[in-house]
């Protein structure tokens, strides 16, 4: 039987975990120092020196709080977490994403860190930010359960050769295109063109296109490009949250699908692949644009080929701009035994200085007005100037604060997107089944 | 421990034997114990309070009472169509997997069961896939599946995303399943080719039975005792297969390679439905040794 296997699994996590930090437990009455578990989840290159970095600035400032960096990973982190917090072996420190965060507070298992905020940290950063963070604490409150620190905006990628060569306008954050515009644009850059290797690795004429939507995973990006339609996909009433898919919702939705299925303006091939899977067909000038998180400029700027022109271009816009906002967060585990040294860290690793460090080794956007100052933030280089200025435009992503939205998003919204994109279902049955199944769902966790 | 329990009984007077149990029982027990403790405490422990759990509401969190239920974990199961999705799914992919796995690795067996040159080491090279952990053949079969890089593609000159793909992902799995499988039915099968008496074929022979009459008439019946184990061993086996569907697909695309077992995981460890989850655990145990008791009956009854 599984469970018992996974069972068994738990206990050896906890064993591990409880050796590994073992020694770490002693009181700080006995004299030796504090020892403090940090679980980041940095995996670019980059990120993971920049962390490393300062963890190691931290440990020889602080002998008496000694932080031991611990590695985790994105895809596994949120069961990880299940697992240690039931087996009350949890990191003091945890990093995570904003979604996750709602889930974790609600169960108790997060600390509430609003009185513990000192007052720098808490200025640096806007409130828009921390309202990521921001939930209900079960007893008619709200609290806050982490402390936001890097943001994730959508950008296009564009091959800036076949964007002069089609003669549309280049669009700038104070002006981005509209959707009819990006629409408009990607189908004049859908040619027959020379792309590199499509011949039996010899260069041939080849069907080219103007856009790719890589869709393995299409509910968070769907979701905060809603927004630009003011989609918000769930409405509370009366304290019960259900899902709406209305005119807003279905705006981006069916944009996105006439792309695909009605102007073959999109490369199908990319459909099924994750975000970072279509990049070496977008060296090859197969696509033009890419519609991606700013953070995929790293990838571009590490692989493409000599030679290969790029610029960053801001999102389409709607009735607004406006695009969800998540957060990369800093938690505090509520059992952990030394929470205002774990805060004193936190403070310290998050202060202006530092968040520009990380967001440059992450490619993302700080949090820290501070941080977003700096001028290595603002260069024309590799499209920072147009990925910081989309980060006005980011607001608390509605979806956020639904309890129950990851089972919504990975039973129900991402296999009906993905059929939805895939054409297999039209656009009134994925509304549907959205709604329908989506509120089984949730009544789950409104009992 | 095991020093104080095993330590000869202080002498007593010689009880007769229908006042309980005998002295042989007693030391048999005694001496079982030290091979006893591990399981009931590793084992059984947890397998009962997995069973409990299966009646609870209890829930993965910190503020959450968890209280008795009953049978409702159960209705709702017998009510929830993403189960039976989740459990027809994972009926195709035991059943095909073992089947397939089954066929292929007779022909495999009775091939290296020939006097073949250079045998010996085809015979090792075919148990290769069983030194791989689930976990490592996932990650080789995912980079054959690969849309870009991999060789499947590159040897059709095709252009599919294999694991992406509605209606290819479970054919997909349900190959490296059984590539993986087969070598522990090849190598039981082999050893059990290689029992049965060469009289019989050779008798055979004399009567004028052709190839394939001798495989029907005297390989099979031979075979079938070694054919219900290891094909019963490959059900259980397979219909709680996790690792190697985890690695490839998560249970994607859109939960058409979602087997039971990783319906039973997300619910825990996702969602951190504890109770439903176990209730999951503990119903395809159930199915599990309703298949393979009917299967096992059937047999013995035949065999008598």
């Given at each position: 039987m599984r469970i018992k296997s996974a069972l068994a699994a738990a206990a050896i996590l906890t064993l591990t975990a409880a050796c590994g930090g073992g020694g770490g437990e002693s009181p700080s009455s006995s004299g030796g120092p504090v020892k403090i578990d940090f679980l980041s989840l940095a995996w670019q290159k980059d990120s993971v020196a920049a962390n490393k970095q300062l963890v190691e600035e931290w440990n020889k400032a602080n002998p008496n709080i000694q932080v031991t960096y611990v590695q985790g990973s994105w895809d596994n982190v949120n069961d990880q977490l299940v697992t240690q917090f039931a087996g009350g072996t949890a990191p003091d420190v945890i990093h995570n994403d904003s979604p996750a965060l709602s889930g974790f507070a609600s169960d108790g298992y997060l600390l509430d860190l609003k009185d513990r905020l000192p007052a720098e940290l808490k200025n640096d950063i806007p409130q828009a930010a921390w309202d990521t963070t921001t939930f209900d604490d079960g007893k008619g409150g709200q609290g806050v359960y982490g402390v936001p620190f890097l943001q994730e905006s959508q950008v296009i990628i564009a091959n800036k050769k076949l964007l002069d060569e089609s003669g549309v306008r280049v669009p700038t954050p104070d002006d981005p295109w509209t959707w009819d515009e990006f629409s408009a644009a990607a189908k004049k850059m859908t040619t027959q063109r020379v792309v590199p290797g499509s011949g039996d690795g010899e260069d041939a004429m080849g069907q080219g296109y103007g856009v790719a939507w890589p869709m393995k995973s299409p509910v968070n990006k769907t979701l905060n490009l809603a927004l630009n339609f003011g989609g918000t996909f769930f409405q509370t009433s009366g304290g019960k949250t259900t899902v709406k898919v209305g005119p807003e919702e279905r705006e981006v939705l069916q944009r996105i699908h006439d792309q695909l299925h009605k102007d073959k303006s999109a490369d199908p091939a990319a459909l099924g692949q994750g975000t970072a899977d279509p990049l070496p067909a977008f060296y090859q000038g197969k696509f033009a644009l890419l519609p991606a998180g700013v953070y995929l400029r790293q990838q571009v700027v590490e692989q493409a080929p000599d030679g290969f022109e790029w610029v960053t271009l801001p999102a389409p816009k709607g009735t607004s701009a406006q695009q969800g906002a998540v957060s990369q967060t800093l938690s505090i585990a509520q059992e952990s035994e030394h929470p205002e040294e774990a805060m004193k860290f936190i403070a310290f690793f998050l202060n202006g200085a530092n968040q520009a460090k990380l967001a440059k080794g992450d490619w993302l956007l700080p949090t820290s007005k501070t941080a977003a100052a700096d001028p290595a933030m603002t260069t024309k280089e590799n499209g920072w100037d147009v990925a910081t200025a989309s980060?006005?435009?980011?607001?608390?992503?509605?979806?956020?604060?639904?309890?129950g939205f990851d089972e919504w998003k990975s039973k129900v919204a991402t296999p009906v997107l993905q059929e939805y994109f895939a054409n297999k279902i039209t656009l009134d049955e994925a509304a549907k089944r959205l709604v329908e199944d989506g509120n089984e769902v949730l009544e789950r966790y409104q009992r | 421990m095991t020093a104080t329990v095993t330590r000869?009984?202080?002498?007593?007077?010689?009880?007769?034997?229908?006042?309980?149990?005998?002295r042989e029982t007693r030391e048999l027990w005694v001496l079982m114990l030290p091979a006893m403790v591990p399981v009931l405490l590793f084992s059984v422990g947890p397998l009962l309070y997995g069973i409990g759990l299966a009646f609870t509401d209890a829930r993965n969190t910190r503020v959450h009472e968890t209280e008795f239920v009953g049978l409702e974990n159960f209705t709702r199961l017998l009510g929830d169509e993403d189960f039976w999705a989740s459990f027809q799914i994972g009926a195709i992919w035991s059943v095909s997997v073992t089947v397939l796995q089954f066929l292929a690795a007779l022909g495999l067996a009775l091939l290296l069961n020939?006097?073949?040159?250079?045998s010996g080491l085809a015979r090792v090279l075919s148990v290769v896939p069983w030194a791989m952990p689930p976990v490592v053949i996932g990650l080789m079969w995912k980079l054959v599946y690969h849309p870009d890089a991999g060789v499947l593609n590159g040897l059709l000159g095709t252009d599919i995303n294999w694991l992406a793909d509605f209606s290819l992902a479970l054919p997909a799995i349900i190959v490296v399943g059984i590539w993986a499988g087969m070598p522990q039915t090849t190598v039981v099968l082999l050893a059990g080719l290689q029992n049965v008496p060469k009289e019989l074929y050779e008798a055979g022979a004399m009567d004028g039975a052709g190839t394939w009459r001798r495989f029907w008439n005297i390989t099979l019946p031979q075979l079938r005792p070694v054919i219900v184990a290891i094909t019963s061993l490959d059900f259980v086996w397979n219909i709680n297969q996790f690792g190697l569907v985890y690695v490839l697909t998560q249970g994607g695309p859109g939960g058409r390679t979602r087997l039971p077992m990783l319906f039973a995981y997300e619910e825990a460890f996702r969602y951190r439905m504890a109770g439903y989850a176990s209730m999951l655990g503990l119903a395809m145990a159930i199915v599990v040794l309703a298949v393979l008791g009917l299967y096992l009956w059937r047999q013995m009854r035949e065999a008598k």
């Open positions: 980060a006005k435009n980011l607001v608390v992503a509605p979806f956020l604060k639904v309890n | 000869p009984a202080p002498p007593r007077k010689p009880r007769p034997a229908r006042r309980g149990i005998s020939e006097k073949l040159r250079f």
